[in-house]
């Protein structure tokens, strides 16, 4: 008898629920020793649960039931802080990791719960059936990877860096895993595209006037530049009256002493500008062969971002004086939404139509491959 792929992590999603619950009325559980132990031990005993049975040649597939797991206790977070439900995780946010109880801690729980369990789920399925997950796969890399390249330095600069737990530590796997998961799916053959020598010369003839959506693209771009060096300035402490205006009138959030926001904009100044400035090259001169790839990973890693960055600064738990004003809502959180749209329009464009972004193949090779 078969079951069908998604039952084994939808089981471990909701196995979390009734296992937290458990843990949450032991008394032991109040020792920051023992629920980082009792941590890892759940996760080696969750892995040899799917291990075992299992007879899956990608490593990858192990990695995505038990982060499913992960997923249903992230659930389980983001609901007990939103007063969903009551009596399931308490003791981890007293004595594990009490920053999670921040506006910006319970947003990527959220991220973490639907859309990468989302992911893992279409993961599993596709290696089940011998797919290729690798456009997938390199969206949760740049999704997972931003979140972990925030969360741990804002935990330590922060507000609550004098109470960091041995919990902490379950961080690791998940800041290692994600660097040896993104070796072994860039390394997966891409997807072929049937494209002869004469369309993809065709397409890379053409100029950028020749191709409104890249022009288009190139505007949002030229637009996430200046946003991105703007609100680098402005954690930077710039003294520029319009900083000071856009931190007290626009995103006051950016002042939160929880780090987590400022921590997020230096990200986006010293990674996301860089990319947005070559992907403007790419756009220009065509084959840029590593632009479809690397669009689709910081999509992933913008989309995580903004989500938790959007969804803190307007969350009750984010303190009054540092929530997004109602009067700045059509200009900051226009264009956050602009900022985070914007790069899943581009690497939809690259996976639409990539010859722009082939190499670029003589006839003679075209004849020889056909």
């Known amino acids: 008898m078969h079951f069908h792929p998604a039952l084994t992590p939808i089981g471990l999603y909701f196995f979390a629920f009734p296992l937290c619950y458990t843990f949450n009325s032991l008394a032991a559980m109040e020792s920051p020793s023992v629920i980082a132990a009792s941590g890892f031990a759940t996760l080696a005993f969750l892995f040899a649960v799917v291990y075992l049975p299992s007879h899956s040649q990608d490593p990858l597939y192990y990695v995505f039931m038990v982060f499913s797991f992960s997923s249903g206790v992230d659930a389980i977070i983001a609901l007990e802080e939103d007063r969903f439900m009551d009596n399931f995780i308490g003791f981890y946010m007293r004595e594990g990791e009490p920053y999670l109880t921040t506006a910006y801690g319970i947003m990527i729980c959220y991220w973490d719960a639907i859309i990468h369990y989302g992911l893992y789920i279409s993961m599993i399925i596709a290696i089940h059936k011998r797919k290729s997950y690798r456009n997938i796969g390199l969206y949760w890399i740049g999704s997972l990877t931003m979140s972990l390249i925030v969360f741990l330095p804002g935990n330590a600069i922060g507000k609550y860096g004098s109470e960091i737990r041995p919990a902490f530590l379950l961080n690791i796997p998940y800041l290692l895993i994600p660097i040896w998961a993104a070796m072994r799916i860039f390394a997966h053959p891409k997807n072929p595209t049937l494209m002869t020598a004469d369309q993809i010369a065709q397409e890379q003839g053409k100029t950028l006037i020749q191709r409104p959506l890249d022009l288009g693209l190139v505007a949002f771009l030229l637009f996430a530049v200046a946003f991105t060096l703007f609100r680098g300035l402005v954690v930077l402490d710039c003294p520029w009256e319009t900083c000071f205006d856009y931190?007290?009138?626009?995103?006051?959030?950016?002042?939160?002493?929880?780090?987590?926001?400022?921590?997020?904009?230096?990200?986006?100044l010293f990674y996301g500008l860089p990319y947005f400035c070559v992907c403007i090259y790419g756009l220009l001169f065509p084959g840029s062969t590593w632009m479809p790839d690397c669009a689709l990973v910081c999509a992933g890693a913008i989309a995580q971002a903004q989500f938790a960055h959007i969804g803190g600064s307007l969350h009750p738990r984010t303190p009054f004086p540092y929530r997004m004003p109602e009067t700045a809502w059509w200009t900051a959180l226009l264009s956050n939404v602009i900022y985070t749209l914007g790069p899943h329009l581009l690497a939809y464009r690259c996976l639409k139509n990539p010859a722009f972004f082939g190499r670029a193949v003589s006839s003679v090779e075209d004849k020889k491959t056909q």
């Open 247 to 268: 931190i007290y009138q626009q995103e006051p959030y950016l002042r939160d002493p929880v780090a987590y926001p400022k921590v997020q904009m230096l990200v986006f």
